[in-house]
């Protein structure tokens, strides 16, 4: 069943996005090259989406893909199932997670398991950039497969946000309003 | 979204002090899930018990149901749209570029000596070439995490969590 589907597979995501929202697209990655439940295009579009709209990236995410695979059910399951862990863990270790936080062993946990995201965040990175440039590669044959225009816009919102700390946002709307100039 | 949780919450509700919600923040980084979710979830807890925590979660994550909603009921007849399919394509390039940076911080803040370089270069690398699931990606960065830390003889010093940015 659909429903049953999308929450297991969202509780597992919820589960492990651990290090904040970017942490989710891998695995969400992972769950949407599997079961295709919606296409890498797609996928790029909704965290366009989510990025432009308030509220963390997982759960935008979420609802959107939720809404896809199983209608506005398929959604509120999937936008539950994400949030869930987070709420059990919350309500049943409340007392003891202040005082281990500071404890070794759960310090080196997570000096392991930071590295290993961020590790995946960049495959995820590359699986997106992969989904971005990749059509331009087909339509045009292998003479000239360069979409330097879109190289350009990916180049200069990389720049503008990492060494000017533009807003995601203003580069968006500023990247959607080039693109309906350009092409 | 964590400013507008701090002002709200400790300025004008009083519900928290300043240096309580900085807590909850470092906490909620350090479990799964949106760090602005899990903090809502942690303070609803301490304000009203688990019907609290239900209604903060439910009551963060409703805006964003219901904006991605309406977004993606009228998405694909928006998309058909000659001038909005031409602006997605250049917003996919930016979100390509958004992506790399957000990959670059993550992968600065978090790769700060060779032991963490070399786990993430080895997780980029399994993810990449093999089908194995990110979710046993993390359980072993974890368990490594632990071995080489925790358990072998002359271990690696960790920093305070200070430097644990997300």
Known sequence: MIYLELLFKFFRIGLFTIGGGYAMLPLMQHEIEINNWITSQEFVDIIAIAEMTPGPIAINAATFIGYRVGGVLGSVVATTAVVLPSLLIILLLSRILARYQEHAFVRSLFAGIRPVVAGLIISAAWFIIAAVFAPALSENGAALPVDYASIGIAALAFLLVVKYRFDPVKIIIMAGIAGMVIF | ?166
Request: hydrophobic fraction near 55%; glycine fraction near 8%; charge should be positive.
């Open chain 2, 1 to 166: 979204m964590l400013p507008m949780i701090e002002k709200e919450v400790v300025e004008r509700r009083g519900w928290a002090s300043a240096e309580e919600i900085m807590d909850i923040f470092a906490l909620s980084q350090s479990l799964p899930g949106a760090i602005a979710i899990n903090s809502s979830i942690f303070l609803g807890y301490r304000l009203a018990g688990v019907t609290g925590a239900v209604v903060a979660a439910a009551g963060v994550v409703m805006p964003s149901l219901l904006i991605i909603l309406g977004i993606a009921v009228f998405f694909t007849s928006l998309k058909e749209n000659r001038a909005v399919s031409a602006a997605f394509t250049g917003i996919r390039a930016a979100v390509a570029g958004l992506i790399a940076a957000a990959a670059l911080r993550i992968t600065c803040a978090s790769c700060r000596s060779w032991i963490a370089f070399a786990l993430a270069l080895l997780s980029l690398l399994i993810n990449l070439f093999t089908d194995i699931h990110a979710v046993w990606v993390i359980l072993c960065g974890g368990l490594i995490g632990i071995v080489i830390h925790y358990y072998l003889p002359g271990r690696v010093k960790l920093r305070k969590s200070g430097d644990e940015k997300p």
